[in-house]
């Protein structure tokens, strides 16, 4: 069996060896034997390619040794020919060369790398202002951009295009003034930003702290005074005003003097060219041509006067130019709101200005808030007041609307909605509680056509406009101003007096616009009573040619705004305005009314009772007692009282209103007597009657009638007479009953009398023909309901 031998080099000793059987180590021996004779052979390998890397090592010294004689040779030829002279007048003409050389490429280095950086700082500056790059950045481009123009302006050579770059720096010079004055108008930068772009101004201009000062209060100013002259959202930019003048004096206080010369004297650390902002601004290659942009440009450093300005100085100019700054917010404050007419805008303008004002206003110097306080509540209350008074006085605008429909009044009624019972065209809305069938069932009743809805809009539309104040006198009143400045209380109470902050905000304020409204209101009403006067006289002295739906037409439109005049009160307990419409202004619009209503009437009941003058009346045979009397009024009388009220009703029932009844009732009892002592007069006087059966009150004869019986004459007793006084006297008694009223009982009284007397109706027989009378009323009264 063969025994697998292991590798000899993994033994320690040769006696491991001979640990085995004598197989393996026989073949351990061969082994060994064929690795010595590998061994051998590589041993030779490696001594011939010594040998021939020997023979090229001495090859290679037998030339370096010739080369090193030829250098010994050349270097002792060398050391025989110089000397120092010879060396210094060498250096010398060396460096005479060099400087030749190096000016001539200077002066054109110099010109080529001052109108490159020159030629691109407009470039730079163009792309820092359209990007969010620090002004300050930009002023130190400006200030390298004018040394290096300054620098070639001084050449020898005119450059056209100089003019041109120079033109376009004074461009951007004015455009980044702007954008500054911008940035420093508004408040919604830090500290930080804003103290930068101070410096940048100040290196811009070459302005000392003072001068920066004063030109940071200046464009502050102009700002505030801009705010208050746009005419939108005036309570936004009376606010930003108000807090513009007071972030002004914070910015002061915690900028001048100390945080700006600090931020000053940072630019003596270092030339501007040196600024590793400029330097990384990659197209103007700072680092290329920085050695050839001049000495001046190069070395440039400002120093500017940073310990100038002291904290005194500027708690001077903070004071002076608080003054004057609050009083242009006030000037401007005051023009500005004399421009709106929107009550809803002023307060609110005056609510966030007094707690703008109350938190901050302590915070600016050389001002007493207090007066402050007082004048800013002035110029808000007063232009309260002055709309107010406006709006009050635009009533006017119901008599331009009123007279010009009566100046183009076609003459043709209005025929819609005469009647409740009418069936719409159109289905009514009977959602949210029926009120749009509410409001056409009262259109329809108080006959509001669209010319009297034109007239009462305009109204209404003043009325709100009006009790607009009413929300704001509430809101005034209901604002707590100690619970909103509970936590400052102690800061502000000596400024202000808290004390008394609420009654004059809360109660003096509101109380004062309550008044002038009243005061106003009772004014506009007094000219538009004066207003109505004219209108009415110039209609009712033209009474023939005016139609009676002009009339009419007023009369719905006075009683539409008077059924309104109540709602004009700021709050319960205000006195209620008195209605400009009296009874004596609007006497004339009845009295026409009441005249165009009665004639009708009046003229068929004359002409009735002239007509039956002259027949023989049988209706006697329905008196009733003992003796008999009539129990009933005449068909005449009755009808005359149905013609009145149909008459009335025509007119529209919505009309008669007590004042315009009592106006009709007196003057139709005052025609209807006068008819009635004329048939007296008539009857007392009158010998002869036409024989006839029937009056023609009761059944009218047919035509030819009255010349059948002309010559039937029969002549006229006392019996006669009395019957048809008696009649007589019930009608009379029955239409006063709806006529009449206790204040002309006494003229009426002396022609019943007269009635009497002439009848011989004795006092019990009276006492019966008014008991009679007054049941018949009873009966009748429902049918004649428009003269109750």
Not at 43 to 53: F, P
Not at 248 to 258: E, H, L, M, V
């Amino acid at each position: 069996m063969a025994t697998e031998a292991p590798d000899p080099r993994t033994f320690k000793s040769w006696e491991d060896a001979f640990q085995h059987p004598i197989p393996v180590v026989r073949k351990l021996e061969n082994r060994l034997r064929s690795n010595a004779g590998e061994n051998r052979e590589k041993l030779r390998s490696l001594v011939g390619a010594s040998y021939r890397s020997l023979l090229d090592t001495a090859e290679t010294i037998i030339d370096m040794e010739l080369r090193m004689g030829q250098v010994e040779t050349k270097l002792a030829r060398v050391g025989q020919n110089c000397n120092s002279r010879v060396v210094d007048r060498i250096s010398r003409n060396a460096a005479k060369f060099n400087g030749q050389i190096r000016n001539r490429d200077s002066e054109r280095y110099t010109f080529a790398s001052q109108l490159s950086v020159l030629h691109n700082c407009p470039v730079v500056m163009s792309r820092l202002m359209r990007g969010d790059a620090s002004y300050l950045l930009i002023a130190k481009i400006l200030v390298i951009s004018r040394l290096l123009h300054k620098a070639l302006s001084y050449s020898e050579t005119d450059f056209p295009f100089l003019n041109q770059i120079r033109d376009r720096l004074s461009a951007l010079r004015r455009k980044l003034l702007l954008r500054i004055d911008k940035h420093l108008a508004s408040t919604m930068s830090d500290t930080v930003v804003l103290v930068d772009t101070l410096c940048a101004y100040s290196l811009a201009t070459s302005s000392t702290p003072t001068d920066v000062l004063r030109h940071f209060h200046g464009v502050r100013l102009e700002g505030v005074v801009k705010s208050l002259q746009s005419n939108a959202d005036l309570a936004k930019n009376g606010i930003r005003a108000l807090k513009l003048c007071l972030q002004t004096c914070q910015d002061t206080f915690s900028i001048f003097p100390r945080r700006l010369a600090e931020s000053l004297a940072k630019l003596k650390v270092q030339p501007l060219a040196q600024d590793p902002e400029v330097r990384a601004l990659h197209e103007l290659n700072i680092d290329v041509h920085d050695r050839w942009i001049g000495e001046e440009a190069r070395n440039y450093t400002p120093w500017p006067r940073h310990d100038e300005l002291q904290r005194s100085e500027v708690e001077k100019l903070l004071s002076q130019w608080s003054r004057q700054a609050i009083s242009a917010f006030l000037k401007g404050t005051k023009a500005a709101l004399s421009q709106t007419k929107d009550l809803r805008e002023v307060a609110s303008l005056r609510q966030e200005l007094i707690e703008t004002w109350i938190l901050s206003g302590s915070r600016m110097p050389g001002l007493e808030p207090a007066v402050v306080l007082d004048d800013l509540r002035d110029a808000m209350n007063e232009q309260l007041r002055t709309i107010v008074r406006s709006r009050a006085q635009a009533l006017q605008t119901v008599v331009f609307e009123l007279t010009s429909m009566l100046r183009a009044w076609s003459g043709a009624e209005d025929k819609r909605n005469t009647s409740l019972w009418a069936i719409p065209s159109a289905p009514i809305d009977l959602s949210d509680g029926a009120q749009s069938f509410k409001l056409a069932v009262l259109d329809t009743h108080q006959r509001h056509d669209e010319a009297v809805i034109r007239v009462v809009a305009t109204y209404d539309n003043w009325v709100k406009s009006v009790l607009e104040v009413k929300a704001i006198v509430k809101s005034m009143r209901e604002t707590r101003w100690d619970d909103t400045f509970a936590d400052d209380v102690n800061d502000l109470d000596d400024d202000f007096g808290l004390d008394s902050k609420q009654s004059f905000l809360s109660d003096d304020d509101p109380r004062l616009l309550e008044e002038v409204t009243q005061v106003a209101l009772a004014d506009s009403l007094a000219s538009l009573r004066e207003s109505f006067i004219q209108i009415i006289l110039q209609l009712t002295s033209s009474a023939e040619t005016s139609p009676l739906p002009q009339h009419i037409f007023l009369l719905r439109v006075i009683r539409e705004i008077a059924g309104r005049i109540p709602r004009l009160r700021l709050h319960d307990r205000s006195a209620s305005l008195s209605s400009p419409f009296t009874a004596e202004l609007l006497k004339p619009l009845h009295a026409s009314l009441a005249k165009k209503t009665t004639v009708p009437a009046l003229a068929a009941y004359n002409n009735v009772l002239t007509a039956g003058r002259k027949y023989r009346s049988k209706s006697h045979i329905l008196w009733e007692g003992n003796p008999p009397l009539p129990a009933q009024p005449s068909p005449s009388a009755f009808r005359f009282l149905q013609e009145l009220v149909k008459s009335m009703g025509a007119c529209g029932p919505d009309l008669w209103a007590p004042d315009s009844v009592h106006v009709l009732k007196a003057m139709a009892l005052d025609e209807v007597s006068k008819t009635w002592k004329e048939t007296l007069n008539v009857i007392n006087t009158e010998e002869h009657l036409t024989a006839s059966s029937h009056s023609p009150v009761d059944e009218p004869e047919p035509q030819g009638a009255e010349k059948s019986n002309a010559s039937d004459l029969l002549p006229v007793d006392k019996e006669l007479k009395s019957e048809r006084l008696k009649q007589l006297l019930l009608d009379m008694l029955y239409i006063y009953r709806y006529l009449g009223s206790l204040d002309e009982w006494k003229p009426f009284e002396e022609l019943v009398r007269a009635v009497e007397e002439a009848s011989g109706v004795d006092e019990g027989m009276m006492s019966r023909m008014r008991k009679n009378a007054s049941d018949y009323g009873r009966k009748t009264y429902l049918l004649f309901a428009l003269l109750s």
